[in-house]
């Protein structure tokens, strides 16, 4: 049964996507973030352009810095950003 | 005492650091952040991840509360835009002793370079702007803390 998760993008890859957020069901075959991903570019070259360099990408879940082999598991919200610079 | 704080305005680093004197430690450090001007940026811009920053921030805190013996310790990160030479961050430590006062604010802002989601767009005299990138060096200072 898929399951629904609501992704938020940052900085650049916000303004890439043209977009702050969205609500994507996710199949049962997509375990980790990298999974994710991969689902996202198969579906619609948007993400294929803006995901190109998955070395200048980071992520969170759940509000919390993870790898991308992170499992989704029960998480309510993916972030994808570039890496911060804040200070 | 930890506070941390993310805003628009910017802060009176005076009333912050007395703030932190009236808990009664012999030193007080503190480090403000700027924005720099290297010739062509006219601005920053700074965007963060609400729900996330806040908590980032105290969690950075928290860890320098149990190294170092700290009385208080005080973030503030401003968001938005700021013009060259305005305040975007202030950190303000207190302890009893110089040493871990000192270390204690530099480690804090090494681990908020890299640990806590800002990001900074800068906007140029020419009306351009870019993403700010990842220096390295940043990593470098995080690392070398973790060597201790």
């Known amino acids: 049964m898929a ?62 810095f993870v790898p991308i082999n992170e499992p989704i598991g029960d998480a309510q919200e993916l972030a994808i950003f570039p890496p911060v610079t804040g200070g | 005492m930890i506070k941390v704080d993310v805003r628009f305005e910017s802060f009176d680093v005076g009333l912050e650091m007395s703030g932190l004197s009236d808990l009664g430690g012999g030193a007080v450090a503190s480090f403000v952040g700027q924005v720099r001007g290297d010739g062509k940026v006219a601005a920053l811009e ?57 270390e204690s604010c530099s480690y804090i802002m090494d681990r908020l370079k890299t640990d806590a989601p800002f990001w900074k767009k800068q906007w140029n005299r020419d009306g351009s702007s870019e993403w700010v990138e990842e220096r390295q060096s940043d990593l470098d200072a995080k690392d070398e803390w973790r060597a201790d």
């Open chain 1, 3 to 64: 399951r629904s998760l609501h992704i938020v993008y940052f900085a650049w890859v916000k303004e890439r996507l043209g977009k702050a957020e969205e609500g994507i069901d996710i199949p049962d075959e997509v375990g980790s973030i990298s999974d994710l991903i991969e689902f996202m570019v198969a579906h619609d070259s948007l993400y294929e352009h803006v995901f190109s360099d998955l070395a200048k990408l980071r992520f969170a879940l759940d509000q919390e």
């Open chain 2, 46 to 102: 700074l965007e963060h991840y609400p729900v996330m920053t806040e908590k980032a921030l105290r969690d950075i805190a928290e860890t320098a509360d149990d190294r170092w013996p700290l009385h208080g310790i005080t973030i503030i990160h401003r968001v938005g835009k700021m013009l060259l030479g305005e305040q975007i961050v202030l950190v303000c430590t207190s302890s009893d002793h110089r040493k871990a006062a000192l």
